[in-house]
Nanobody, 129 residues
Framework: QVHVVESGGGSVQAGGSLKLSCAVS????????MGWFRQVPGKEREGVAS????????YVADSVKGRFTISRDGATNTIYLQMNSLKPDDTAKYYC??????????????????????WGQGTQVTVSS
């Protein structure tokens, strides 16, 4: 059974930084498309960034471009989300997802929850002003 496990998150003041990690295990292919999404109560889950662990292809949402960086360790199918210059609007529960390679050929803004088969439990990020 595929497992997606996030770590990191927490509470910071505006302007601070946090780093999230996510590992996927028992995925059938050697490389996988992985993404970070975030959700606040009452709103749909929003794509933040995606990365293909095979060749490192990335997409980053315009709302976080220049502040968030997604990276990967292809050998272990682990990805990271370095979040700098955090704003109160970044407050959300952040979810890691894993799915088929083709997802990583689409802009993150076009991806929805149904595009990814495997999800982590989510980790809370709270940014105070």
């Amino acid at each position: 059974q595929v497992h997606v496990v996030e770590s990191g998150g927490g509470s910071v003041q505006a302007g601070g930084s946090l780093k999230l990690s996510c590992a996927v295990s028992k995925y059938t292919a050697s490389a996988v498309c992985m993404g970070w999404f975030r959700q606040v109560p009452g709103k749909e889950r929003e794509g933040v960034a995606s990365i293909y662990t095979g060749d490192g292809r990335i997409y980053v949402a315009d709302s976080v471009k220049g502040r968030f960086t997604i990276s990967r360790d292809g050998a272990t199918n682990t990805i990271y989300l370095q979040m700098n210059s955090l704003k109160p609007d970044d407050t959300a529960k952040y979810y890691c997802a894993a799915g088929q390679q083709i997802n990583c050929f689409r802009r993150i803004a076009t991806l929805t929850e149904s595009d990814f088969a495997y999800w982590g439990q989510g980790t809370q990020v709270t940014v105070s002003s």
